[in-house]
């Protein structure tokens, strides 16, 4: 009895020492298993379980593979999932703050410029705040490229949206495109493919060049219109209680982990992203067309009201609204 007392004792004390217990984390992605960002989240898991001794052990499934990506956040309330790798506009049918907050639109010239609104204009704690409300911990954002319109007709100004049919997926970028005069079609990525090649579509409003082109958009459309119309946040959160039973050392590792991953994406994803632009352009005789400063300004204005409609559904997303606007005018965009 005595020894045994002992061993346990010994054994408790061996753990105390070592630190927390090992925290097994169940993650879902918002791409498929053969996309970059899910290849990149494996290897930042791997690394992640090393460097902090196996206290952090992250399972990564692809998109779908647990649930829909439209019901992470309820799947990790419910235990079935500990965290996701994922965009904010999944979840605007549940909070129109969600909206507000993946996605900034027209609002900033590009991407480096909208992450400092992160990162010095308070956005990463409204954000947490908000996830906070769903028990959830928001670690950071993820770099995710802007995103282009493959069309069969060239839109070389926001007036030429008017008419055109286009596939939107709802939220924020639909409500900016319809108050361009744009007719929206709710169709499935796959479906829009057959829709363009028949004359249904005139546009297909998915995602970036690279995405674009792996799903087959080009095929039938010989323009790509980069008007700022849509530049969706990309973000990595947890379920609270699993990251308040880390360690002050396994949490800094997992915010250093996540914020490695963005930038390990920045280069993969550009990398990718001119690959693809050089194969439509030379390949595929695409032409590009980027809105020139007044459609920018125009867009602006138009973003400005759609801001003024969801902001007025909920204080949170009135919060943030009003945080984009103080940074866009400390910076001379307003």
């Known amino acids: 009895m005595r020894q045994t007392k002992l061993t346990a004792s010994i054994a408790t004390l061996a753990l105390m020492a070592g630190g927390a217990a090992a925290e097994s984390f169940k993650m879902q992605t918002f791409l498929g298993a053969t996309a970059a960002t899910t290849k990149a989240f494996e290897e930042m898991a791997a690394t992640l379980k090393a460097d902090t ?15 829909g990506p439209t019901e992470t ?4 309330r419910n235990g079935l999932l500990d965290g996701h790798y994922t965009g904010p506009t999944f979840f605007a049918g549940v909070d129109p703050a969600f909206a507000v907050l993946g996605d900034t639109l027209s609002a900033y010239p590009n991407t480096d410029v909208r992450d400092k609104w992160f990162t ?4 990463l704690e409204l954000g947490r705040a908000l996830y906070a409300k769903y028990d959830m911990h928001m670690i950071c954002t993820i770099h995710w490229p802007q995103e282009q319109i493959p069309s069969k007709v060239p839109i070389r100004s926001v007036d030429d949206f008017q008419g055109i049919k286009i596939r939107a997926p709802g939220g924020l970028p639909s409500d900016l495109l319809t108050r361009a005069g744009a007719s929206l079609v709710n169709l499935t990525p796959g479906d829009a493919i057959g829709a363009l090649e028949t004359g249904v579509l005139d546009a ?11 799903f087959g958009m080009y095929e039938n459309a010989p323009y790509s219109i980069f008007a700022r119309h849509s530049m969706p946040v990309t973000e990595m959160s947890v379920s609270m209680s699993k990251w308040n039973g880390l360690s002050d050392d396994a949490k ?9 991953l963005s930038d390990t994406l920045t280069v993969t994803l550009g990398e990718q992203e001119t690959a693809a632009i050089d194969k439509a352009i030379n390949e595929m005789n695409v032409e590009f067309i980027e809105f020139g400063e007044a459609d920018a300004t125009k867009f602006r204005d138009m973003l400005l009201e759609v801001w003024d409609d969801w902001g007025g559904r ?21």
């Open 204 to 214: 297909s409003d998915l995602a970036n060049v690279g995405l674009n082109m792996a």
């Open 120 to 123: 010095e204009g308070g956005g």
């Open 252 to 260: 800094g590792e997992f915010q250093a982990a996540c914020e490695g």
């Open 53 to 67: 001794d196996g206290e952090i052990d992250i399972n990564v499934f692809p998109s779908g593979a647990v649930v």
């Open 314 to 334: 909920n204080a949170d997303a009135q919060a943030i609204v009003d945080s984009h606007k103080a940074y866009m005018t400390s910076l001379g965009i307003l």
């Open 73 to 76: 956040l309820e799947a990790v």
